[in-house]
């Protein structure tokens, strides 16, 4: 697995990951995420196999925060239950950690994905606290985790 740059062109097959886990995954418009690709704090990128073949996407945030805490803002896999959610987020790790030296990895989850919940510990992420009601989505609110890593609790052999 690698991972690069978005282009504007794989914007319609993030929308369509996106609609597929609605109930995990945010939802933007082609020009938010258009928007996102020319942004300097952003980082949009793209998962690909060795075959070029998408299979997934995220969004980082705070590439230019002073303070080194880089928000893991979005993540979904097109390919489900073959390994490449915790392959990407590893990949996302060593580069946040070694190339844009990040002291803090952050993110946050819906309460309702365990699944989700069960990488980010097995990779090192720990449960800082829960943000209650804090999303309407659907007539209804829901809340979020906030989990994290820090530089010198990330180990992760790629």
């Known amino acids: ?13 993030i929308i369509m990951t996106e609609e597929k886990y609605k109930d995990f995954v945010g939802q ?4 938010q995420h258009q928007m996102a690709l020319s942004d300097k704090n952003t980082a949009h990128i793209i998962f690909n196999d060795e075959t070029q073949e998408f299979i997934g996407y ?12 880089i928000e893991l803002m979005r993540i979904a896999i097109n390919q489900p239950n073959n390994g490449y959610g ?9 580069w946040c950690f070694n190339g844009l030296h990040a002291h803090r990895v952050w993110l946050d989850v819906r309460e ?8 980010y ?14 999303i309407f989505l659907d007539h209804k609110y829901e809340s ?3 989990m994290s890593i820090l530089e010198n609790e990330y180990h992760i052999e790629l």
């Not at 915790?86 to 060593?94: D, F, H």
């Open 1 to 13: 697995m690698q991972f690069r740059k978005t282009n504007i062109e794989d914007i319609t097959q």
């Open 28 to 31: 933007w418009s082609f020009e």
């Open 58 to 69: 995220a969004i980082l945030k705070g590439l230019t925060n002073t303070n080194k805490s």
């Open 86 to 94: 915790k392959k990407a987020i590893k990949l996302l790790l060593n």
């Open 112 to 119: 309702h994905n365990v699944r989700a919940q069960k990488v």
């Open 121 to 134: 510990k097995k990779i090192g992420f720990k449960e800082e606290g829960l943000l209650r009601d804090c």
């Open 144 to 146: 979020l985790f906030v």
